[in-house]
């Protein structure tokens, strides 16, 4: 069965650091692209970052620029999020996705995890 | 870059079609043919839907429909079932400093 299975969310202090991570299987997972999407309570879905099959292409939206860092061990079939300089607006729902193609951005996201969530308090 | 202009809810009875409507500029959704539509129910993952405008995954339901006419992108659903009521994501990819954007999403209810 294919799945994407994320961990890491928890409370943190505003300022603070969490590291997410992303346990994907049922896939060759370098052989696709994986984003992190994080939805903030009452909100809609964000498009936060992400990395090409072989994680030497990464992209972020302007809101985490310089404070998030993704990354992916394809020996582990894992993804990451490094989120450093938290502020109270990070608070979210985060789902890593695996995309459809090799490159990111490109197509869309077709299996998504349950989530993980994330609460930085003020 | 500003998210994707989507209606914040439509409505329709069961039996009936619907389209949901997704706006963007000339540098994602009137640019490239990589617009994709999510299913989104509440404490769920996120589904696929369409991808490629009008591509389908195996799957998912032939009452799905996608297009696009210059910026706007479009989501039809037919045959209205129960089951649709979910809240409706439109994504594009984006030639900007945000490799993909989506939209505000809309919120399906089914009188």
């Known amino acids: 069965e294919v799945q994407m299975l994320e961990s890491g969310g928890g409370l943190v202090p505003r300022g603070g650091s969490l590291r997410l991570s992303c346990a994907a299987s049922g896939f060759t997972f370098s052989s696709y692209a994986v984003s992190w999407v994080r939805q903030a309570p009452g909100k809609g879905l964000e498009w936060v970052s992400g990395v090409s099959g072989s994680g030497g292409s990464t992209y972020y939206a302007d809101s985490v620029k310089g404070r998030f860092t993704i990354s992916r061990d394809n020996s582990k079939n894992t993804l990451f999020l490094q989120m450093n300089s938290l502020r109270a607006e990070d608070t979210a729902v985060y789902y890593c996705a695996k995309e459809i193609r090799l490159i990111a951005g490109l197509g869309g996201m077709d299996v998504w995890g349950q989530g993980t969530t994330v609460t930085v308090s003020s | 870059q500003s998210a994707l202009t989507q209606p914040a809810s439509v409505s329709g009875s069961p039996g009936q079609s619907i389209t949901i409507s997704c706006t963007g500029t000339?540098?994602?959704?009137?640019?490239?043919?990589?617009v994709s539509w999510y299913q989104h129910r509440p404490g769920k993952a996120p589904k696929l839907l369409i991808y490629d405008v009008i591509e389908r995954p195996s799957g998912v339901s032939a009452r799905f429909s996608g297009s696009k006419s210059g910026k706007t992108a479009s989501l039809t659903i037919s045959g209205l079932q129960a089951e649709d009521e979910a809240d409706y994501y439109c994504?594009?990819?984006?030639?900007?400093?945000?490799?993909?954007?989506f939209g505000g999403g809309t919120k399906l209810t089914v009188l």
């Open positions: 994504s594009s990819y984006a030639s900007s400093s945000t490799l993909v954007l």
């Open positions: 000339s540098s994602d959704v009137g640019a490239y043919l990589y």
